[in-house]
Each structure stands twice: as C-alpha cells, then as structure tokens.
C-alpha cells in the first residue's frame, strides 16, 4: 500500500510538472500545491477549432425496381468506390421472370386478338341469319295483308282465318326485330370483352418491357457508388455491433429495397457542431481551413455557408452545452476527399482588443455555469464568470477585475487529494519494505 501511494505522489508530481510547463506562457504562481495564474487584458484574435466530417452536396439513390413477383437477384454490380458517369449500369437484376411474363402476355395479346377476329365472324353470320329471317317475316305479313284485302270476296270463317294470319305474321315480325336487336348487342359485347383482354395484355406487354428495361440500373449523375449494407443477409438475425455485409453479385433483395447511392465527390461540404460560447464568433463567408485525418499533411480551404439559428439539443438531453449546426463549403474540389471523412475546422474569427482573458484550464464548468476559483487572501472561492469566447488556449470572461489570481487545478479536488495522502501514511524511505 505504502510503495503505491509514493506511486500516486510521483505521477501526480509529473503531471503537475508537465502542466505547468504546458502553462509557460501564462503568469503561472504555486501557493500551496494549487497552481494559479492572473487575469489578463489584451487583443484576442478569436479562432474558433471544432471537428465534423464531410457530407456530399447532392447524391442519387439507387434502388431495386418495385416489381411485382418476389425477389430481385443481382447478376451485375459496381463496386464501392468506383467512378461513375451519367448513364453508366450499376445494378443489372436477372431479367428472366420478366421475359416470361412478357412472353405470357404476349400470347394472351395472340388469343385475344383470335378471340376479337372469331367474335366478329361470329357476329357476320347471326346478321346474315338474321337479315335472311327478317326478309322472310315481311313477305310473311305483306302476303297475309294481301289475303286480308279479299276478305269481301271470301267467307266469314277464311276472313276471319285472314285476320289471324295477319296478326300472328306480325307478331312474329315483331320478335324477330327484338331478337335482332339482341343479337347485335351481344354480338357487340362479346367483340368488346375481347377488346378489352387485347387492351389488357397490350398493357401488360408495355409494363413487362417496362419491367425488363427496370431491371439495369443507371447513374443519373457523375459521382463515385456506396454501396448499401444487405440487412436480408442474415436471415433477418441481427444484433447490435454486428457488422452487416454490402450487396454484393448473386444477392437477392425485395423491390424496392435501396442497394447502392451515386455521391458526387465534385460538391462536398463540411457540417460541424459548434459550442453555444462560439457561435456569436461565426458567420457566413467566413474563411476556416480544414484538415481531415486521412490526409493529415494537406489544408482545404473553405467558407461558412450556414450557422444554424437554433440549437440541436434535445429536450432528452441532460446536457445543458447547447450546440449548432455549422455547414462549409470547400472551395476547390479533391478527388483524394470522401463523404464521411472526419474533418476538423479552424474558423479565423474576429479581433477583439482590450478584453480579459484566463487560460481555458482555469474554467470549470457547474450545470449550465462557468465558475474559477478565486484567489481570496488564503484560500479559494467558487466565482461565477461569463465566458464571452472561447480561443486556442485562452477563453475571454467578463466578471472578474484585472489583476486576479485564479486556480488552473479545481483546489477542492487538490485539498481532497492530499487529505487521502495524510490518512495514508508518510511515503516509505528508499529501501523499506
């Protein structure tokens, strides 16, 4: 127990060392163990530094097409990364239950179309009948008209016969005219029916061609492929962590299910949450050079397009740093540079003379408060201070004179500390046991 508390003592000694040499430029004292600093007054050039990541500008997602018919197989596939051109084929599906259902309609089309051409044949011969038996009903009642016209000439019973005759030729002609009629109208409506199954399978031949040329996937813009990640690759098993594979040839997907995303790499932007303390430092057309990690050695100039006037905290958030959406704009183009990079932003701000300011250690934060500990005569006390800005090392505060000493370690946490160390024990001397 002993050896480890000299342990603990000498690491605290070295990070006490280092810290102070990290604080050099500063006015740094020592009264009893608690390193302090005074606050100072001068030009601050405002410097705003936070990090986020590089987002395309426009994009395209490329998806299976909605066909019915179950699942969609890929026979053909751009892998991630690869340049694409407007127009280019980056998901081919297998065309086959298309073709066949082309086919199908396709001969459905031939049958209604027999269909249509026998109905109307059909139709010819009932007319013909019907014309044929219509003619013979006319003469039928024209001659009975006759014999009726002799009435005068014949007995009571044949006149009476005549009359008879008549009006049952009549009566006849009459039903024959209403058959007409009807035949003609189912006549027609079984040439429309076929009609309308010719009209149904010419439709479904447009939507099976429709489907067929569905089934290869184009670029609409310029850009590099991202290929999606094939939840259905696992069966539907799936648990947080679990790294899911992209699609890739051979996979099956549902209709509509989104497979690949077009970036275009030629209009990136950089979107990083600034602090609420920095946000009165950006505006828009500002100037701020970014870095990204994976090309540490180069710079990217850029301009501040947006600062989001209200915060993305959530009212779930215990967090009180409220933060703001900030997007940039590069200002040339690299083709080395990818969506979801992380970037990290320094935004040159404004010049602000004559303001007082700490070293940030010197600020601690107490709920939506910004304390230092104050220097009085012997000891230290909590004092509450606005922090106007926030810059590289120093932070720009409002609420404490010139001149003032403050703590650059939380002394209540230093009194504790050596509190612990008393109730241990004086450190062993060099060869105890």
Request: net charge negative.
């Amino acid at each position: 127990m002993k050896r480890h508390n000299i342990f603990r003592q000498w690491i605290y000694g070295s990070l006490l060392t280092a810290f102070l040499v990290g604080c050099a430029g500063s006015d740094v004292r020592i009264d009893s163990g608690v390193p302090t600093t005074k606050v100072q007054k001068g030009d601050i050039q405002v410097k705003v530094v936070t990090t986020g990541q590089l987002k395309s500008v426009e994009s395209r997602v490329l998806s299976a097409p909605p066909v019915g018919g179950g699942t969609l197989q890929i026979v053909e596939l751009a892998h991630t990364g690869a340049p694409v051109h407007a127009g280019d084929v980056v998901i081919r599906f297998d065309p086959s239950e298309q073709e066949y259902n082309l086919e199908q309609n396709r001969n459905d089309l031939a049958q209604a179309e027999q269909e249509i051409a026998k109905a109307r044949a059909d139709a010819a011969v009932q007319t013909s009948q019907d014309e044929l038996a219509l003619l013979k009903d006319k003469f039928a009642v024209r001659r009975a008209e006759l014999e009726v016209s002799k009435n005068e000439l014949v007995s009571e019973i044949d006149a009476k016969k005549n009359l008879m005759t008549l009006e049952e030729a009549k009566r006849a002609l009459a039903q024959l005219q209403e058959d007409i009629k009807s035949h003609t109208a189912a006549n027609n409506a079984a040439i429309a029916l076929s009609e309308e199954k010719k009209h149904k399978a010419r439709l479904a031949i447009d939507q099976a061609e429709l489907n067929i040329q569905k089934m290869t996937v184009k670029s609409p813009i310029d850009g590099l492929i991202m290929l999606n990640v094939n939840r259905d690759a696992t069966g539907g098993a799936f648990f947080d962590g679990m790294q899911l594979p992209e699609y890739q040839v051979g996979d099956q997907t549902r209709p509509g299910s989104t497979v690949a995303e077009v970036i275009d790499i030629r209009q990136l932007q950089v979107t990083v949450q600034a602090k609420e303390t920095d946000r009165s430092q950006l505006a828009a057309e500002q100037k701020a050079e970014v870095t990204v990690n994976a090309l540490p050695a180069e710079q990217f100039g850029a301009t501040i397009q947006t600062v989001a006037g209200a915060s993305a905290h959530e009212f779930w958030d215990d967090n009180p740093q409220r933060t703001f959406e900030v997007t940039l704009k590069l200002l040339k183009p690299d083709a080395r540079l990818r969506p979801g990079y992380a970037a990290n932003v320094a935004v040159l701000g404004k010049l602000m003379p004559g303001v007082l300011f700490v070293p940030r250690e010197a600020i601690y934060e107490d709920g939506d408060k910004s304390i230092v500990y104050w220097k009085s005569g012997g000891s230290f006390e909590r004092k509450v201070v606005k922090v106007v800005a926030y810059t590289e090392g120093n932070a720009v505060i409002e609420g404490v004179p010139l001149g003032g000493e403050v703590a650059l370690v939380n002394p209540e946490k230093q009194g504790k500390r050596k509190k612990d160390n008393a109730t241990a024990g004086p450190p062993l001397s060099a060869g105890a046991s």
